[in-house]
């Protein structure tokens, strides 16, 4: 059977996805150097870098949760415990057996239950670590005007910003090997290119 061609991710979603890809990129290679894993730009160099890639972040991050909001497409997120274990099954076995995708993608559910929990664990835990954290860091100045400097050390907040960047760096590499297990090796990667995905006929 053929496979069928749907109109997945529209052009705002497409720009808004690699913009924040390239921004996060940036946000490890300067944010892993200010940590003192390696020495790349220089210290100095590394820290504007990182704090400009951050502030623009967060101005694509208002401009997204925007128009998630006018399109609806924020349901997408909503989690379901429903086939999370087919999932499982299919990246742990099936897949490598050439068994058959247990989701069919739909413009209307675009995520397989597996991806819209590892999103919201992105959105829900991750980000507010590493944004809470980061926030925290740039504002460490206004500590004793805030009242913060009595309750909170910057040992603690520099725990949780590494920790939010491990685990930001294993989710990425996680996601683009993920990316990887469509239809095709790019599948996923061309629909996000270029908004149109081939998929497999439903069984
Ligand atoms: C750390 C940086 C990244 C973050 C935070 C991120 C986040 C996301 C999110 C939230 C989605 C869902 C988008 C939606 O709801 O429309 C997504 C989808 C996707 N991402 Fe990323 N991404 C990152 C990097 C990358 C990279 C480097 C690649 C390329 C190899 C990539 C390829 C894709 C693809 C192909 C999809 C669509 C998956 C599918 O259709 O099943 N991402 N990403």
Redesign the pocket.
């Known amino acids: 059977m053929n496979a069928e061609r749907i109109y ?2 529209k052009r705002y ?1 497409r720009f ?3 913009s ?2 390239l921004l ?2 940036v946000m ?1 290679v300067t944010g892993f150097e200010v940590h003192g894993s390696y020495s790349l730009l220089g210290f100095a160099k590394a820290v504007s870098i990182h704090s400009l890639a951050a502030w623009t972040l967060l101005t694509l991050w208002a401009f997204t949760i925007f128009w998630q909001f006018t399109t609806g ?1 924020w349901r ?2 909503l989690p379901s415990l429903k086939n999370v274990a087919a999932m499982i099954r299919y990246y742990a076995f099936g897949i490598f057996r050439d068994a058959p995708h247990p989701f069919h ?1 739909t413009v209307v559910q ?3 239950p597996l ?1 819209r929990l590892a ?1 919201l664990a ?2 829900a835990v991750i980000s507010p670590l590493i944004w809470g954290s980061g926030l925290l860091y740039l504002f460490y100045a206004d500590w004793p005007r805030l009242g913060l400097d009595a309750v909170l050390s910057l040992e603690s907040v520099a725990v949780a910003h590494a920790l939010g960047g491990y685990l ?1 760096t294993a ?2 590499f996680i ?2 090997y ?3 297990t ?1 239809h095709t090796v790019f ?7 270029t908004g149109w ?1 081939e998929v497999a006929p439903k069984h």
């Open positions: 997945i991710y979603e808004w996805h690699w924040q890809a996060i990129i490890m497409e997408q997120y993608k675009k995520h397989n991806q999103y992105l959105l930001i989710f990425f996601h683009v993920l990316t990887t469509g599948a996923h990667i061309k629909a996000m290119i995905e």
